[in-house]
Every structure is written in C-alpha cells, then in structure tokens.
C-alpha cells in the first residue's frame, strides 16, 4: 500500500492517513489469516496487540466525538480515513468501528436522552453491550420503509410492540435493539412522521429472536429474524420526539452511504493492487498475464473506475461537509460506486483464476459485500428515482440543474 499525502488535503488529514495505512499495510494485512483463526491463543494475543497499537496511536473510535474517547475527526477526515482501513476487512473492527453499533452509537448520541446515554450508550462504547437495528420487515418492502407495519401503541406509561422483523445485522448478540416501530396511524400525520425508535432490551418477555437468516451460504453474520409479540418497554424509551423515527434513519443512513462509499473505493484499491501483482507473476500460455492485453484492459478499465468512483464520493463528501444538500449526490454515488466495486472486483477475480474465488484471499468476500450493497441501504431503482425527481423539480420550477455545485 503506498499513500503519498494528498496535495489538497490539510496536514492532519494526511496524517491520519499516513498513521493508518501504517498499522493496516504493517500489522494487519500481513497477520489476516491468523485473524480469521478464532480460539487460538495466538489470535487473541494478536487481536490484544492490535486493538493496543491503535488505542495507543490515538486512532481508537474515529466515528465517536472525544467526549465518548472518540477521535473526533468529523465527518471528511473521516470518509478519507474509511479509505485506507476499507483495505483489510478487519481493520474496522481493530479500530474500534462494529456495525451496527457504531451506527447506533451515533443515533444515541444524536437523539437519546441522558439517562438513555447512561443506560446504552456507555456500555455500547465500552463493548460491554451489543445492539442491533431491526427496520426491515419479511412482508413489507424495505426499500419502502414508510411501509413498516411493526406497530408501537401507548398503554398507560408503556409502549406495546408487535411486528415482525428480519435482516437486523448482530441481533444474536444484541442486549437491545433499535426498533423502528409504526406510532401514528392517523391520514392526517405526514407519512414521515409516523414512525419511532424504540430501544427495546433484547431479553423483554415477548422478544422472539427466531433465527439467523443465512447470507451468501453463511449463518454467521447474525442477520437475525425477530418476532415481537406484545413487547412492553417504558415511553421512556423512545429515541428522540415521537414521529422522528424516519427522519433519524435518514441521518444514520445519510453519511453512512458516504462512508460505505469510501469503504468500497479502498477495497478496490486493493483488489486492484493484487490484480496488478498477480499479472506480473502468472505466466499463462507463453507470457506473463501483463503482456496480454485482455489483462491489460482489466487494468485500464478497472483503474478508470476507481478513480471516477472515487472522485464523485469526495465531491458528495465535500458537499455534506458544507452543510449543502448532497440528497441527489448520494443517492448517485450509492448506485455508482458499489456498481464499480462490483466490476473492478470482478476482473481481480478472473485475473486469479481459481484463487479468486477461493476463501484463500480476500476478493471473494468484497465480491459478496459489493452485490449485497447494490440492494442494501436502498437499492439502485430507489436511488435511480430520487435522481430523477430531484433534478425534475429543479426543472419544473424553471431552473436549471447547478452545475457549479
Ligand atoms: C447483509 C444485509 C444486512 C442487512 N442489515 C440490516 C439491518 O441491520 N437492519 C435492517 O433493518 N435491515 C437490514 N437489511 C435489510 C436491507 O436494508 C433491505 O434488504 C433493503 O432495504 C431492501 O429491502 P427488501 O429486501 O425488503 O427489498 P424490497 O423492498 O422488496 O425490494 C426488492 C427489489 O425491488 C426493486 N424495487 C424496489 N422499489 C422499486 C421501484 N420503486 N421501482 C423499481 N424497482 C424497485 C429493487 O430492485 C429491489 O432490490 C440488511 C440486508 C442485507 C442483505
């Protein structure tokens, strides 16, 4: 991995990088596959040893503000830095970073009330606690989450939820689960004001984990399927105003598509690093792969992609980052950059041959992870409508699209 500092970017964001490409390309790309290798002594040590180097060169949670022993890096530094761990998928983790509870760890610093920091969010950060977020549901769409059927009902100072929830990422292990749960049925209430969070201890009588769904063959990702039936949590549990469930799925979702985004770019690098490295060793039918010029189009092609790909998150980051409306920006980066990943990972793989599909090295899961995210977070139809909408607004009203921003 070799990271020059970026001519444009301040000191300390070149810094960063620099600091982190140094634990990932030194200590954790060499060390993957004892990773892998959980109840081994060796592994623990190791995992000890790297959450330590990280802890001790100030790169430990760069998503948490400092008052939660966060770096408190802010939104851009961020995204560059996603870049660079995206290059081995244990980096996030190592540095403190576990979906979904980073997300939700986010949503409760945004929205939650002291004592629900107290209760959730302190233990959330120590890793004392696990958590999960159940949104999406078996029956209903959830690329239309306004559809959501899981439903809250006050009775006296409770709430009573009832649904079914599938696809929440890490509820095996979850304490408590965020719960977007329908709290307004009325035709009067704006359709994105109907929904609520609710924190929901994972151990309430009525909480049925029912299963993990398998994805992609595996069980382990904990994608489990819930059934709530008659849950009672305290009113007190409701993250934020009653009827802002919608819009904290958007915050969470929002620079989360960003740092997916620069998270995609960074595996691309990589498989296109092993891409590069593979043609100038193989020697198939009287030459090096590099001499053949399919090989050479996967290349050229593959780097034409990362950089586009890349160019337009940065542009969409630096928007956010303004305080402008990025809606239209992300919704194209989140159909274009997964897509790319989906292809520049494509042609590592057929440039390895059987390797490349084999759990030996790492490209088949980012094969995995990039098909995935083209319907996750909002498939490509989705995204491919709100462009259109946007920019037919602008229109409509007698404008011209800005090209300036
Ligand atoms: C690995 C993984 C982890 C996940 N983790 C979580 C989690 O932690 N918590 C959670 O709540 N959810 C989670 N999800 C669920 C994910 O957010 C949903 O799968 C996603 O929102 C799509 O919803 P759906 O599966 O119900 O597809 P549907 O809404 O049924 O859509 C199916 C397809 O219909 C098409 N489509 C949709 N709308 C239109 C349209 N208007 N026009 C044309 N075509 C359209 C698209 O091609 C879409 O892919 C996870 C999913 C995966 C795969």
């Known amino acids: 991995m070799q990271i020059s500092p970026i001519p444009t970017l301040d000191n300390e964001t070149n810094q960063i990088r620099a600091m982190t490409a140094e634990i990932v390309a030194n200590h954790i790309i060499p060390n993957e596959h ?39 890096i802010g939104f851009l530094k961020l995204a560059y830095m996603n870049e660079i761990l995206a290059w081995s ?51 209903q769409p959830g690329s239309d989450p306004r559809s959501i059927q899981t439903k809250a009902v006050r009775d006296g100072d409770e709430w009573v939820i009832s649904g079914h929830k599938w696809m929440a990422s890490n509820a095996k292990r979850a304490d408590f689960a965020i ?54 949590v305290p009113l007190e549990n409701a993250l934020g105003e009653q009827g802002s469930g919608h819009q904290a799925a958007q915050d969470r979702l929002g620079a989360g598509r960003v740092y997916h985004c620069m998270n995609c770019v ?76 989906h292809r520049v990972v494509d042609r590592a793989i057929q440039v ?11 490209l088949e899961g980012m094969y995995r992870g990039a098909r995935t995210l083209r319907l996750a977070d909002g498939p490509d139809e989705v995204h491919k409508i709100l462009i259109a909408k946007n920019v037919l607004k602008v229109y409509r009203n007698g404008e011209s699209w800005d090209f300036g921003l």
Request: hydrophobic letters at 40%; one cysteine or more; glycine letters at 10%.
């Open 34 to 72: 004892q990773l892998t290798r959980f109840g081994e002594p060796e592994t623990t040590k190791l995992w000890a040893e790297l959450f330590n180097r990280v802890k001790k060169s100030g790169l430990w949670a760069p998503h948490l503000p400092e008052e939660y022993g966060g770096m408190g």
């Open 89 to 139: 998928p244990f980096s996030n983790p190592i540095f403190g970073i576990m979906a979904p509870n980073s997300g939700n760890q986010k949503i409760l610093i945004k929205y939650g009330t002291p004592e629900q920091k107290k209760r959730w969010l302190e233990p959330l950060i120590a890793g004392t606690m696990q958590s999960c977020f159940a949104m999406t549901e078996p029956d």
């Open 179 to 232: 719960v977007m749960c329908r709290t307004e049925d009325a035709s009067d209430v704006d359709v994105n004001g109907r929904m609520t969070q609710i924190i929901v201890p994972t151990d309430s009588p009525g909480f049925n984990y029912v299963r993990s769904v398998p994805i992609w063959g595996h069980a382990n990702g904990h994608h489990g399927e819930i059934i709530l039936d008659g849950v009672r």
């Open 266 to 341: 960074g595996q691309m690098w990589r498989a296109f690093d092993m891409m590069v490295k593979r043609s100038m060793e193989r020697e198939v039918h009287g030459g090096l792969l590099e001499t053949k010029q399919f090989i050479q189009g996967f290349i050229a092609e593959s780097y034409i992609d990362i950089q586009s790909a890349r160019l337009m998150t940065i542009r969409c980051a630096e928007i956010m980052e303004q305080g402008l409306d990025a809606r239209t920006d992300i919704s194209a980066i989140k159909i274009a950059v997964p897509a790319a990943m």
């Open 352 to 362: 390895h041959g059987a390797l490349g599909v084999s759990s030996e090295i790492p």
